[in-house]
């Protein structure tokens, strides 16, 4: 894996970043011999193959195969790129990006976003315990009438704005923050001094409304939402754009998704009230869009958490408009998308709350291809050729990027339809299927479905030879550290990255640092498995293990050696010169393989 990042830094990080400590993050690890073990986060499993090597900071499953440092479990565990996991890590281990390392003015940018998610944690909990008090008992009871439990509301941390100008920003400034931050934040709004050069003037942002945190997925509470309590305009009032908040990178819930492992997909709704009223009913994997139309990063983020999103939109005419778009910006990132059907035009927090979490299991999803001909038929008086004639036109846009089989399965809904034969509908689509399509032409921007789920972290390992065993036993001995390196030679090796990862690890290169080196997934499992420390007491037995390898690959060398020479022998005129030296070069070999017996 290419890397733009500097060799000694990347050791720096990674030794700072302690995979068991890591990883114990995530997973639930216990101890076990040399290595930690623990249940796989990347696949199904009940007993314990997931393997977390302290010496060598690695970590494997015998189980999925899925194997790496801790720089490639933050990318498979958080579904983020190599320079954002590089970013993560380096955040939490407090240490500045390459380029940041000569930057006076990091540390103090570091500090001040610390002390605004700090604000906003007070804040948070300041409007959470204000909701079970007098001054909080409008945004209860709006809360209660909307069915939500206490379990819930403690769950999502929902609070409370009570109904006076300056009761939050009192108690942050007594807690130590200044004007400046909050503003900064989005908690207090600041006017200017009076005429006559008096304190400055401010109020706080959300006021009588029920509270809605807005919390990341590595649990900093970013932003707010705030819902009126009466008649007061917006209804909804959600945080502006701040230094820690950008409403377009993060949707509402991503603290829970994290969460929620092996979802086969997330469900994306409008509404906090949506995601709150879901995740009450038992809906896994719920979130929502932060008052922006879903975006291209958004979208990005979802692919992290599930291989597929389904929408759940308000049944009205501007959520279902915003389905379009959505399915759009979801198949231009390669995510499969369908579509949530809600009946009599309900929204999925009036939905559930009708037909429960049983009538919601039974919702349709539909495919993006069926939800984009419904749309298409409700614009066209299918009672009239015409209408009929443009309504195939704009379906042959909409079934062209299909396979054959999705093609047939919505041909004969077509024939059904609008009445014309296969044979021309066919040719329609296969006319549109020849030309070098525009994405404008269709009727939703970009048509092409793109199936392109997360692969199955689950990989097979190819059948290996004793001697090839033996071979990455030895150099999983070797990346221990406890035998002497001149016991093994690079001749003992015979392909050429079992060579390359030996030249490396002589050279000084550490395990670790290895798994940076390997282009793709499958090499990059093997070298996890290869690298990890071999089951070993001391190291006395593993000085014994690698001896007994090295036995394995020389006399396996020299019987190779020696086929080859009778081979060549065999296929020899017996009068050739060149034949005695090649026997006893033969007879020589046999002698080595004698006192290897």
């Given at each position: 894996m290419a890397s733009r990042f500097p060799a000694p830094w990347l050791d720096d990080?990674?030794?700072?970043?302690?995979?068991?400590?890591?990883?114990?993050?995530?997973?639930?690890l216990k101890k076990s011999g040399r290595k930690y073990w623990g249940l796989c986060p990347f696949h199904g499993e009940k007993t314990a193959s997931f393997s977390v090597d302290a010496e060598q900071q690695l970590f494997y499953c015998f189980g999925c195969k899925t194997g790496g440092n801790v720089i490639t479990f933050i990318m498979e565990i958080e579904r983020c790129s190599y320079h954002e996991a590089v970013e993560l890590l380096a955040d939490r281990a407090h240490i500045p990006m390459p380029e940041m390392v000569n930057d006076d003015d990091w540390e103090r940018r570091r500090t001040r976003r610390e002390r605004l998610l700090g604000a906003n944690r007070e804040a948070a909990k300041f409007y959470h315990e204000m909701l079970f008090r007098p001054e909080g008992a409008a945004s209860l009871a709006y809360l209660r009438k909307r069915g939500l439990s206490d379990s819930v509301i403690r769950k999502f941390g929902l609070g409370a704005a009570p109904d006076q100008w300056t009761a939050l920003t009192d108690h942050l400034i007594s807690s130590g923050y200044t004007l400046d931050e909050l503003s900064s934040v989005g908690l207090t709004i600041l006017k200017p001094p009076d005429e006559k050069g008096g304190k400055q003037r401010y109020f706080d942002m959300f006021r009588n409304r029920a509270i809605f945190p807005i919390i990341d997925m590595y649990k900093n509470v970013i932003a707010f939402g705030g819902r009126s309590l009466g008649k007061e305009l917006p209804k909804y009032m959600n945080s502006s754009d701040t230094p820690v908040f950008n409403k377009r990178k993060g949707v509402y819930a991503a603290n829970l998704l994290r969460q929620q492992r092996h979802l086969d997909h997330v469900i994306l709704v409008e509404g906090y009230m949506d995601v709150v009223s879901l995740t009450q009913f038992g809906v896994d994997g719920v979130c929502a869009t932060l008052g922006t139309s879903l975006t291209n990063e958004q979208a990005r983020l979802l692919r992290r958490f599930a291989p597929e999103v389904y929408l759940g939109y308000d049944g009205d005419s501007a959520g279902q408009h915003a389905i379009l778009r959505g399915l759009d910006i979801l198949e231009a990132e390669g995510i499969p998308a369908k579509v949530l059907d809600f009946p009599d035009g309900l929204d999925p927090d009036e939905f559930i709350r009708r037909d429960g979490a049983e009538g919601f299991a039974k919702l349709p999803a539909l495919p993006a291809a069926a939800y984009r001909l419904r749309r298409l038929k409700e614009s066209f008086d299918l009672s009239q050729d015409e209408g009929k004639?443009?309504?195939?036109?704009?379906?042959?846009?909409?079934?062209?990027?299909?396979?054959?089989?999705?093609?047939?399965t919505y041909i004969k809904t077509l024939m059904l339809e609008t009445g014309f034969p296969y044979d021309a509908l066919r040719k329609q689509i296969d006319s549109v299927s020849k030309k070098d399509d525009n994405p404008s032409s269709g009727p939703s921007g970009d048509l092409q479905e793109k199936h392109t789920p997360r692969p199955s972290p689950r990989r097979s390992e190819p059948t290996v030879s004793p001697e090839e065993t033996a071979q990455e036993i030895l150099l999983g001995l070797l990346a221990t550290g406890q035998i002497p390196k001149d016991m093994v030679e690079e001749k003992d090796f015979e392909e050429d990255e079992l060579k390359s990862l030996y030249v490396a690890l002589v050279s000084g290169s550490s395990p670790a640092s290895l798994l940076d080196l390997a282009p793709d997934d499958e090499t990059r499992s093997r070298y996890s498995r290869i690298l990890m420390s071999p089951v070993a007491e001391s190291t006395d037995q593993m000085i014994s293990m690698a001896t007994q390898c090295l036995g394995r690959i020389r006399k396996a060398s020299c019987q190779k050696q020696y086929a080859a020479l009778m081979h060549?022998?065999?296929?020899?005129?017996?009068?050739?010169?060149?034949?005695?030296?090649?026997?006893?070069?033969?007879?020589?070999?046999?002698?080595?393989?004698?006192?290897?017996?």
């Open positions: 990080l990674r030794s700072r970043s302690d995979i068991v400590q890591v990883i114990s993050g995530y997973v639930e004639m443009n309504y195939v036109r704009k379906a042959a846009f909409v079934l062209a990027p299909l396979d054959p089989v999705g093609q047939e060549q022998i065999q296929s020899m005129d017996p009068k050739d010169p060149a034949v005695p030296s090649l026997l006893r070069d033969a007879q020589e070999i046999q002698r080595k393989l004698d006192r290897m017996n």
